[in-house]
């Protein structure tokens, strides 16, 4: 298509009447479109802001608790720890009174058994030196009826005092 030389200056004129219904145009629309599509836009965007306000909050709130269990789990394990070492601390006390109880039951029992073995060698000894006097009995119960069969005279006097003597000796 071939425009003629007038038809494009008319094309390219500056018409007012057009400049004013373009603009009364624009701001009708920009009008309707307020009132009809910001109102909402901008509810949707404040939503939006609030939402992202309350994120981030419930964010700061959370590293927050995070922070606070942390300590408290620090203080908590530090607690266990002094814990532990009491237990262990008490354990080994205990187990040390418990191993002087049984090294003190164990030197009274040996005392005691010293003490029987004791009291049995004394018995034995009494019962030994018992025997050898009635053996001395016997002996001198033999002597004096040897004397009693003989007639002695001072010769067989010394014979048989030393025969008592050897007796003796031997028991």
Same mark, same amino acid.
């Not at 373009?22 to 009008?31: D, G, P, Q, R």
């Not at 004096?144 to 004397?147: N, S, T």
């Given at each position: 298509m071939v425009l003629a030389a007038g038809d494009v200056t008319d094309f390219l004129s500056v018409n007012l009447t057009t400049i004013i219904a373009?603009? &009364?145009? =624009? =701001?009708?629309?920009? &009008?309707v479109l307020k009132h009809f599509l910001f109102d909402r836009v901008n509810k949707v965007?404040?939503? $939006? @802001?609030n939402e992202v306000a309350n994120t981030y909050k419930e964010a700061d709130e959370a590293k927050e608790n995070a922070r606070r269990l942390e300590a408290e789990y620090d203080s $908590?394990?530090?607690g266990a720890k002094e814990e532990s070492a009491q237990i262990i601390q008490a354990a080994t006390k205990k187990a040390q009174q418990r191993s002087d109880e049984i090294i003190s039951? #164990? @030197?009274r029992e040996a005392k005691g058994i010293a003490e029987q073995s004791r009291v049995e060698i004394e018995r034995e000894k009494k019962i030994a030196v018992n025997k050898i006097k009635d053996d001395i009995a016997d002996i001198a119960f033999s002597a #004096?009826? #040897?004397?009693i069969e003989k007639d002695f005279n001072s010769k067989d006097n010394? @014979?048989?005092i030393e025969q008592f003597i050897d007796n003796v000796g031997e028991v």
């Open positions: 373009t603009w &009364l145009n =624009l =701001l009708i629309l920009f &009008l965007i404040e939503s $939006r @802001k $908590r394990i530090s039951d #164990a @030197k #004096a009826q #040897a004397v010394e @014979k048989l």
